[in-house]
């Protein structure tokens, strides 16, 4: 990325991030605005993928709801985006799960979660 635009995005970058992966039980607090009232909804769900670096990474996030797969994508820096909170940790094999898109049911949700004393943190 160009240095002069890095330096200009760097004032709008979240400095405390949670660290989650992909694999990830998250639930994503974001900001709905109706009409001239605010709150926060979640979003709880497995994170399937991350991409982008900088202002632009962005993360998505797949739930199952009433029997319909849903994901959202969602800006890790966006001002929208409240908080993260990891519900459960996972050991993928891969960097992006999208195979979970052709599963059905308990097996949509189906990753090898980890041991507490197994994941560290750098």
Same mark, same amino acid.
Not at 57 to 79: A, D, L
Not at 111 to 122: D, M, Q
């Given at each position: 990325?160009?240095?002069i635009?890095?330096?200009? =995005? ?9 660290? #989650? /992966? ?7 607090? =974001?900001? $709905?605005? %109706?009409?001239?009232? !605010? *709150? ?29 797969? $849903?994901?959202? $994508? #969602?800006? $890790? ?13 996972s %050991?993928?094999m *891969? ?16 990753? /090898? !979660?980890? *041991?507490?004393?197994? *994941? =560290? /943190?750098?």
């Open positions: 990325m160009n240095p635009i890095k330096e200009i =995005t760097a004032s709008q970058l979240k400095p405390e991030l949670s660290q #989650f /992966r992909v694999g990830d039980g998250v639930k994503v607090h =974001t900001k $709905v605005r %109706e009409g001239d009232k !605010e *709150r926060v909804q979640l979003f709880a769900g497995i994170v399937i993928a991350r991409k982008g670096s900088g202002i632009h990474e962005s993360f998505t996030v797949r739930r199952i709801s009433y029997g319909e797969g $849903v994901e959202k $994508v #969602f800006p $890790v820096h966006s001002p929208n985006v409240v908080k993260v909170e990891i519900e459960r940790q %050991e993928p *891969r960097a992006r799960l999208y195979y979970l898109r052709k599963r059905k049911g308990k097996a949509a949700m189906a990753i /090898r !979660e980890v *041991r507490a004393e197994k *994941r =560290t /943190r750098a």
